[in-house]
């Protein structure tokens, strides 16, 4: 499911994290048009693995049911709400998001991430490639 969906939202076959890739497009997209958080997903198909579960056993008599809470589900004031994640959907040390919009080589006092003295990275325009003169080796290893 997990490389299933990074296909829905991009071709680039170097890419494997789901948030990684959510990181990227946060900068051109709005939150509703990216993917869901690798967490968010895993509850999703959890719930859907319960259910489809429920539906192929649907004619066995005196079937055994899965236990609800071990897939995706939780139990508040004895009603069943399905858990839409565990994490947060950003990082709780992300305090500030920021990403430029240079169209060169980020080497001017206009780029808003050497502004704010940090790294250019996947979700600025320039992609913190390295003909960035403000990219960092880590966002490659």
Known sequence: MHRFTLQLYTDNKDINSINYLRGILASSRTVDKLPPTEDSLRQHCLRAHYQTHIWLNALTPKHSFLNYSEYGWKVENSVVFPILQT???????????????????????????????????????????????NYCIVNYL
């Open 87 to 133: 994490l947060p959907s950003i990082p709780t040390n992300l305090t500030v998001f920021t990403s430029c919009r240079c169209k060169k080589d980020c080497h001017t006092k206009w780029c808003s991430c050497k502004k704010n003295n940090i790294s250019c990275s996947g979700s600025c325009r320039c992609l913190g490639q390295k003909s960035c003169r």
